[in-house]
Structure formats: C-alpha cells, structure tokens
C-alpha cells in the first residue's frame, strides 16, 4: 500500500460555455461570468450555432477561423480585447467556436469534448424560431451540467457602440 504525502493538489481552471451571436450585447453574460469568478482561473468557450453547407466544394474550403472572422464586428472585436485586459488575471483562455452539429447528443458531446463545467447564458435569449441560435438554447435548456440564466434586458435599439459603452459603464 502506497501514501502520498505532501501532495499539492492542481485545481484545473474552470471551463465555461457562453452562446454568443457576435452582438456587442451577447457579451453581458460573459462580463457576469468573469465577475463571478474573479477570484479563479476560467477558460471561457464563446459559441456559435451555424449550419455546416452540404455543398462538397464549400466542405473543401470551409475554415472555421474564417468564419468567425466574417462574423466578429469591429465592435465585437474591441469588447473582447477590453474584457480580455480587464479580467487578465483570472481568464486563462478565451475561444470562440463553431458548433454545427443537429442533435442534442452532439452537443452533449461537444460538451464532454471541450470539458465544459458550466453553462452561462441569457435567461430570455430573443432568438427567430427555428434558427441555428434557437436550436443552441434549445439544447442548453436540456444541458445535464450547470446552467446559470442571466438576466439582462436588450435594447435592440442601441447601436453596437452603445452597447459597449453599457457593457463596461
């Protein structure tokens, strides 16, 4: 029988899943995040629901990063080097993601995959039915992990730079 005496313990950071839709706004539930952990490390996944094309060339060709790139706003894109200065210390990774897959079981192994710990999201996400987005929610409300619903009221009438001027006011 072996002991192991004096062992030091290595607490892993935290692995949160954030829904984002490249809006300014979407980022609230992320600055709610980090302010909740800000005493511990976390890895923050930014995800995106997006439709893979079925088109073989579009296969071929398809990048994820550029993707994202097509997607992120100047805006979007300055909001999170702001909260990446902001929470420095305690946010060890930020990555945004494609997910693309159809089912719950996808997404439940994209979960396990990436070693997601917790779920942040809006509590009211104002999401078209039948959207890759609403699909995403649909999936995270039936999440066998922790789910924290945020609450944040959106005002579609604002501009992007508004929003990031609320989002660190």
């Known amino acids: 029988m072996h002991f192991i005496t004096n062992a030091h313990f290595i607490l892993m950071p935290k692995t949160i899943l954030i829904p984002t839709n490249f809006k300014v706004s979407s980022l609230y539930t992320l600055k709610v995040a980090l302010e909740d952990y800000k005493e511990k490390e976390v890895e923050i996944i930014l995800l995106y629901a997006d439709v893979l094309e079925s088109s073989i ?5 398809f990048s994820p990063r550029k993707r994202i ?5 100047d805006e979007f894109r300055t909001a999170i080097e702001i909260i ?10 930020l990555s945004i ?15 396990e995959a990436k070693c997601v710990d917790e779920i942040y999201t809006l509590s009211k996400p104002n999401l078209p039915a039948g959207t ?5 929610h649909f999936f995270i409300d039936r999440a066998t992990i922790p789910v924290k619903k945020v609450d944040h009221h959106n005002n579609d009438l604002l501009s992007e730079g508004d929003h990031l001027q609320s989002l660190f006011a």
Do not use: I
Not at 69 to 73: K, P, T
Not at 84 to 93: A, D, S, V
Not at 99 to 108: E, L
């Open 57 to 61: 060339t579009e296969l071929l060709f």
């Open 69 to 73: 790139e097509e997607l992120m706003s």
């Open 84 to 93: 990446k200065n902001r929470f420095e210390p305690n946010l060890t990774t």
């Open 97 to 111: 993601q494609l997910f693309q897959g159809k089912n719950q079981a996808s997404f439940v192994n994209f979960l």
């Open 132 to 136: 890759p987005c609403a699909k995403l």
